[in-house]
């Protein structure tokens, strides 16, 4: 843990602290606060740690504002206009930790609190979150009931900076934790302002689909990198979207059903309640109070068919499909690849599991859920596709153990044909050869380098070839390292650490030098590179994976707002990605389209949009 300046009364961590700090809460010192009434926005101070943290406080005074019965148990208390200091930095409400001690409070209560100060970090300290002060092995006293509750602060687009953080202080390892909070100036900074506190949100567009732990997002910047659909872009690591919040509701859902909504869809009323911060999204308006859905009608897209003497090359990420997924599943991913991608002659999927799914009995062959994938998309009124994949040595490719999620080629035979050229296995690799004066490869399908470390516990790249009207083209299938390990936008570090980037950068560069091998035998080759790259069009590893003028990303050839497959806390963004070497041509050479039928919606069969590329090769 970084030095932070502290009052002199206050100890630095100690060594005995080790235990707590790896579990997430921040002890200081366990003295006594001073005689004086300490009221909360002392305990809270200017920064985003406490002044008081491990010190016992006695007699807090606050008004509930907010019960939590599941979690992490406990109540906000607030306090009353007449105690708050005239300090926008300081914020005048806390949490209360009951943990597992009955909750004897109500909204309303006027109480005072004695406990310990502590900040608690939602994940462990490890995790890189902000910390979260509150008030621990607290004894309770209610002086009264049914008191009106502090008026909220409204939180809207003129309130919320457009600076998303203040940098963090290198001398403390890039941390922003010990800087003076500017809730004038960032975002940030105005979150922490007002931890805890009563606040509410008016109407509001939601721009993230209401998810299966009954949460959704919104923001309060209907212009911030909006797009058409209602979302909200993540078009660069500057441009973080402010604007969004998490809503979930304090009422359980066995209680009070929470909403449905879509994005583009409208929080009407809007939401009110006490401002937390958790370990998946940060800050969170826990909401007393929620208004209803208004559903805006967002509608699945569908892609053109291609044309005759046009190419469409697909990939897909299914979300670890196996044949113990219910026939719904299968049959709506059918249903999707047959309509809403219009029967590509190519589509590369992600996520296909082994024939008994998470089963861990060593199991590795996809036939059975290749068939029944296949059968249902034949149902559905589509091709009956051919497959192509390498098995894997078991649990070596990351991923649910047992699961052995792989990538595989489906092409339909009525229109492309497979160039199948003994078949790689699990450890070889398939090499650029010479043949007539042109590239191939000398195993089809066959695996790009998979001895190389940076595909350690991960899956391997998959390289096949196909001819399309008597052109050879190269498909490349990925599915790159996840974000794992990645600190969330709102960590204590600005910026944040990437630490996941490093491993998707080795496998970039490993592909990338896979394509310049083929160019090399033939410079105007057709060659197509395609998956869950799980990274942005912006970031290090396309730029690693387009290096020298290899391959460019298609998706750029989208609008910005365009720009996305995956929603992620409210930021539509790109994970998946089509790269075309120069032989497949420009922009104006080629028709590349994000069909977005999941990521937005509540409903979801997968939680990745597909991608679709068309050209004349």
Same mark, same amino acid.
């Given at each position: 843990?970084?030095?932070?300046?502290?009052?002199?009364?206050?100890?630095?961590?100690?060594?005995?602290?080790?235990?707590?700090?790896?579990?997430?809460?921040?002890?200081?010192?366990?003295?006594?606060?001073?005689?004086?009434?300490?009221?909360?926005?002392?305990?809270?101070?200017?920064?985003?740690?406490?002044?008081?943290?491990?010190?016992?406080?006695?007699?807090?005074?606050?008004?509930?504002?907010?019960?939590?019965?599941?979690?992490?148990?406990?109540?906000?208390?607030?306090?009353?206009?007449?105690?708050?200091?005239?300090?926008?930095?300081?914020?005048?409400?806390?949490?209360?930790?009951?943990?597992?001690?009955?909750?004897?409070?109500?909204?309303?209560?006027?109480?005072?609190?004695?406990?310990?100060?502590?900040?608690?970090?939602?994940?462990?300290?490890?995790?890189?979150?902000?910390?979260?002060?509150?008030?621990?092995?607290?004894?309770?006293?209610?002086?009264?009931?049914?008191?009106?509750?502090?008026?909220?602060?409204?939180?809207?687009?003129?309130?919320?900076?457009?600076?998303?953080?203040?940098?963090?202080?290198?001398?403390?390892?890039?941390?922003?934790?010990?800087?003076?909070?500017?809730?004038?100036?960032?975002?940030?900074?105005?979150?922490?302002?007002?931890?805890?506190?009563?606040?509410?949100? #008016?109407?509001? +567009?939601?721009?993230?689909?209401?998810? %299966?732990?009954? *949460? &959704?997002? !919104?923001?309060?910047?209907?212009? /911030? $990198?909006?797009?058409?659909?209602?979302?909200?872009?993540?078009?660069?690591?500057?441009?973080?979207?402010?604007?969004?919040?998490?809503?979930?509701?304090?009422?359980?859902?066995?209680?009070?059903?929470?909403?449905?909504?879509?994005?583009?869809?409208?929080?009407?009323?809007?939401?009110?309640?006490?401002?937390?911060?958790?370990?998946?999204?940060?800050?969170?308006?826990?909401?007393?109070?929620?208004?209803?859905?208004?559903?805006? #009608?967002?509608? +699945?897209?569908?892609?053109?068919?291609? %044309?005759?003497? *046009? &190419?469409? !090359?697909?990939?897909?990420?299914? /979300? $670890?499909?196996?044949?113990?997924?219910?026939?719904?599943?299968?049959?709506?991913?059918?249903?999707?690849?047959?309509?809403?991608?219009?029967?590509?002659?190519?589509?590369?999927?992600?996520?296909?599991?082994?024939?008994?799914?998470?089963?861990?009995?060593?199991?590795?062959?996809?036939?059975?859920?290749?068939?029944?994938?296949?059968?249902?998309?034949?149902?559905?009124?589509?091709?009956?596709?051919?497959?192509?994949?390498?098995?894997?040595?078991?649990?070596?490719?990351?991923?649910?153990?047992?699961?052995?999620?792989?990538? !595989?080629?489906?092409?339909?035979? /009525?229109?492309?044909?497979?160039?199948?050229?003994?078949?790689?296995?699990?450890?070889?690799?398939?090499?650029?050869?010479?043949?007539?004066?042109?590239?191939?490869?000398?195993?089809?399908?066959?695996?790009?380098?998979?001895?190389?470390?940076?595909?350690?516990?991960?899956?391997?790249?998959?390289?096949?070839?196909?001819?399309?009207?008597?052109?050879?083209?190269?498909?490349?299938?990925?599915?790159?390292?996840?974000?794992?390990?990645?600190?969330?936008?709102?960590?204590?570090?600005?910026?944040?650490?990437?630490?996941?980037?490093?491993?998707?950068?080795?496998?970039?560069?490993?592909?990338?030098?896979?394509?310049?091998?083929?160019?090399?035998?033939?410079?105007?080759?057709?060659?197509?590179?395609?998956?869950?790259?799980?990274?942005?069009?912006?970031?290090?590893?396309?730029?690693?994976?387009?290096?020298?003028?290899?391959?460019?990303?298609?998706?750029?050839?989208?609008?910005?707002?365009?720009?996305?497959?995956?929603?992620?806390?409210?930021?539509?963004?790109?994970?998946?990605?089509?790269?075309?070497?120069?032989?497949?041509?420009?922009?104006?050479?080629?028709?590349?389209?994000?069909?977005?039928?999941?990521?937005?919606?509540?409903?979801?069969?997968?939680?990745?949009?597909?991608?679709?590329?068309?050209?004349?090769?």
């Amino acid at each position: 843990m970084p030095h932070i300046p502290r009052p002199a009364a206050v100890s630095t961590v100690s060594t005995v602290s080790a235990l707590a700090l790896a579990a997430g809460l921040l002890v200081v010192s366990s003295s006594a606060a001073s005689a004086d009434e300490i009221r909360v926005h002392d305990i809270q101070g200017t920064t985003r740690l406490s002044p008081l943290a491990g010190q016992q406080v006695t007699d807090v005074a606050g008004i509930v504002t907010g019960v939590r019965g599941y979690g992490s148990k406990g109540f906000w208390i607030q306090s009353a206009d007449g105690a708050a200091d005239a300090d926008p930095a300081t914020s005048e409400a806390v949490f209360v930790f009951t943990g597992s001690a009955a909750l004897t409070v109500q909204t309303g209560d006027a109480v005072r609190v004695s406990g310990t100060v502590s900040e608690y970090v939602p994940g462990g300290a490890g995790s890189g979150n902000q910390s979260l002060t509150q008030i621990t092995k607290p004894t309770v006293t209610v002086e009264s009931s049914g008191n009106p509750l502090p008026a909220p602060v409204t939180i809207g687009a003129k309130s919320v900076p457009a600076a998303y953080a203040p940098a963090g202080d290198p001398a403390q390892g890039g941390s922003i934790n010990a800087l003076p909070l500017r809730p004038r100036s960032y975002a940030l900074d105005l979150y922490e302002s007002l931890e805890g506190m009563n606040v509410r949100v #008016g109407s509001s +567009r939601v721009v993230g689909a209401t998810d %299966a732990y009954n *949460e &959704l997002w !919104v923001t309060v910047k209907k212009h /911030e $990198n909006d797009n058409r659909r209602g979302g909200t872009v993540y078009g660069s690591y500057d441009a973080q979207n402010g604007g969004r919040l998490q809503i979930q509701q304090l009422a359980p859902v066995s209680e009070q059903p929470f909403p449905k909504a879509d994005v583009g869809d409208v929080l009407r009323g809007g939401a009110e309640g006490p401002l937390d911060f958790n370990q998946f999204g940060g800050y969170t308006l826990v909401a007393r109070e929620l208004g209803g859905i208004a559903d805006k #009608g967002l509608e +699945r897209e569908k892609t053109r068919r291609q %044309a005759k003497g *046009e &190419l469409a !090359v697909a990939t897909y990420n299914v /979300e $670890n499909l196996d044949p113990g997924d219910p026939q719904e599943k299968f049959d709506a991913l059918a249903a999707a690849v047959v309509s809403n991608l219009a029967s590509p002659d190519i589509l590369a999927l992600e996520e296909i599991q082994d024939d008994n799914g998470a089963k861990n009995d060593g199991t590795v062959s996809a036939d059975a859920t290749l068939k029944k994938f296949t059968d249902a998309i034949v149902a559905a009124g589509g091709p009956r596709y051919a497959w192509h994949s390498v098995d894997p040595h078991n649990n070596k490719d990351g991923g649910e153990p047992g699961g052995n999620i792989r990538q !595989v080629f489906l092409h339909n035979p /009525e229109r492309v044909s497979f160039t199948e050229r003994a078949p790689g296995d699990a450890t070889t690799p398939t090499q650029v050869v010479r043949k007539k004066g042109r590239a191939a490869l000398s195993h089809s399908p066959g695996r790009v380098d998979p001895l190389n470390d940076a595909w350690a516990d991960s899956r391997k790249p998959l390289a096949g070839e196909f001819v399309f009207r008597g052109r050879t083209v190269f498909v490349v299938a990925n599915h790159f390292g996840s974000k794992g390990g990645d600190e969330g936008l709102t960590s204590h570090h600005q910026p944040p650490v990437r630490s996941s980037e490093a491993k998707r950068l080795r496998q970039a560069q490993a592909v990338n030098g896979f394509v310049k091998d083929i160019r090399k035998v033939q410079r105007n080759a057709d060659v197509v590179v395609l998956g869950d790259i799980n990274d942005f069009e912006f970031s290090a590893t396309t730029k690693a994976l387009t290096d020298g003028g290899a391959l460019r990303a298609a998706v750029k050839s989208l609008p910005r707002s365009e720009r996305y497959s995956y929603v992620y806390q409210g930021n539509s963004q790109v994970l998946d990605q089509i790269l075309t070497s120069p032989g497949v041509g420009d922009a104006d050479d080629f028709s590349y389209d994000s069909v977005h039928i999941n990521a937005e919606f509540a409903q979801q069969n997968s939680d990745h949009d597909p991608q679709v590329l068309r050209f004349r090769p």
